[in-house]
């Protein structure tokens, strides 16, 4: 694994303290470490509960905790110890972001509260991982994935589209999360690279998914009074659906008046007419025009379909399993995936979706064994090791 001087990326140079666990926090730090930062993960003894939950090459090292760790350092401290919290003050020194996922309540029993943090290291950067806003009453909740979806509403959209109440099929709370975390933390580091000065910033997973919902399901209910209920029409539409064709199925968004005019010339189905003619008068009875294109796309070939959409220019695109991703044209062509040697053989990572001409990032190594860098970090900070089970 790079050591931190051999770091490149826009981050280079900057140390990130990480006592988070699962995905929010992880996800948040592994694309900081991709950029370059020197994360230092740091786990109590039984490690991060996500390298037990998936299959992976030895133990501990499941493929989800592999993805979202990548390229950072594990050490080992225990924090009920003396020992363990001298280590973690020393590292709070030389650090740019504490980031952590703890409830408020334990994380200041522990003594690493902001207060006492900004105490240490008065420029630091300290972000809190939450399901819910300290300032709420929902401050003390636990709160994973599920809950917040159920809380933020997207299971009661989901019901609206199939009749029954469901998950969407993937972890959308905690990834949308951890990029909003993300994004706080980089803001308060402008702040500091401005100022000198260090704040603290809290991430909450259900503000974010109630504000990433209702960034169009707000609808007519921002207004006072409210001008209709909240919730997109064209997002609950019942036949907003991949469509079937003659052989499988295809999405496209015959949506706009440009991309509208131009099916409706090509193709000359029998229902076209000036009822639908413009994207207002679309977007009044939006499912309707659904069923019809419907109707009309199960008539030819998922191939044929997309040819006539890219020559239209027509946003489409055919229906994959999140494993075809791997064997994607495009992604591939990109350089997308990034072949990275660990000590359990090679790891094919999802890569870095950013591009910068100066500073590129990029996928920072392997994730560590509980406890790898234990000794070398705390060897850094003129520390011995923890003895006993504190020590990696």
């Not at 709370?173 to 402008?190: E, I, S, W």
Request: a negative charge; glycine letters at 10%.
């Amino acid at each position: 694994m790079a050591r931190p001087t051999d770091r490149t990326g826009p981050l280079a140079g900057l140390r990130v303290i990480d006592l988070t666990a699962m995905v929010m926090g992880p996800y948040c730090t592994q694309i900081m470490a991709d950029m370059g930062a020197d994360v230092i993960k740091v786990e109590s003894p039984d490690g991060d509960t996500t390298r037990y939950i998936s299959v992976g090459p030895a133990p501990a090292m499941s493929g989800v905790f592999v993805n979202v760790n990548r390229g950072k350092r594990s050490v080992v401290l225990d924090l009920h110890t003396d020992a363990g919290k001298t280590a973690l003050r020393a590292l709070i020194g030389t650090a740019d972001v504490f980031i952590h996922s703890m409830r408020a309540k334990a994380i200041t029993k522990l003594g690493f509260g902001y207060e006492q943090v900004a105490a240490l290291n008065p420029g630091i950067v300290y972000t809190n991982c939450y399901g819910y806003g300290r300032r709420g009453p929902g401050r003390d909740l636990p709160a994973y994935d599920d809950t917040i979806q159920a809380e933020c509403g997207l299971p009661a959209v989901q019901q609206q589209l199939t009749g029954e109440a469901s998950y969407v099929g993937t972890i959308m709370a905690d990834k949308v999360a951890g990029l909003t975390a993300l994004y706080a933390t980089m803001m308060a580091l402008f702040h500091r690279e401005r100022t000198g000065e260090g704040q603290e910033v809290e991430a909450a997973m259900f503000e974010t998914m109630a504000s990433f919902m209702l960034v169009e399901h707000a609808n007519g209910a921002i207004f006072d009074p409210p001008l209709g209920p909240a919730g997109y029409p064209r997002a609950l539409a019942p036949n907003r659906r991949p469509y079937a064709t003659s052989d499988g199925q295809i999405a496209a968004l015959i949506y706009n008046d440009k991309h509208w005019n131009a099916f409706i010339g090509a193709v000359q189905p029998p229902w076209a007419s000036a009822r639908y003619a413009t994207v207002q008068r679309r977007a009044r009875e939006i499912d309707t025009v659904y069923a019809l294109l419907a109707e009309t796309l199960r008539e030819r070939s998922t191939a044929d379909w997309l040819a006539l959409f890219r020559e239209l220019e027509i946003p489409a695109a055919p229906l994959h399993t999140p494993g075809a991703l791997f064997d994607h044209p495009h992604l591939n062509a990109v350089g997308f995936f990034e072949t990275v040697d660990s000590p359990h053989g090679a790891v094919r990572f999802p890569g870095v979706p950013t591009w910068f001409s100066r500073t590129p990032g990029r996928v920072a190594g392997p994730a560590p064994e509980l406890g790898a860098d234990t000794a070398a970090v705390l060897e850094e900070l003129g520390l011995a090791a923890e003895p006993a089970r504190g020590a990696g």
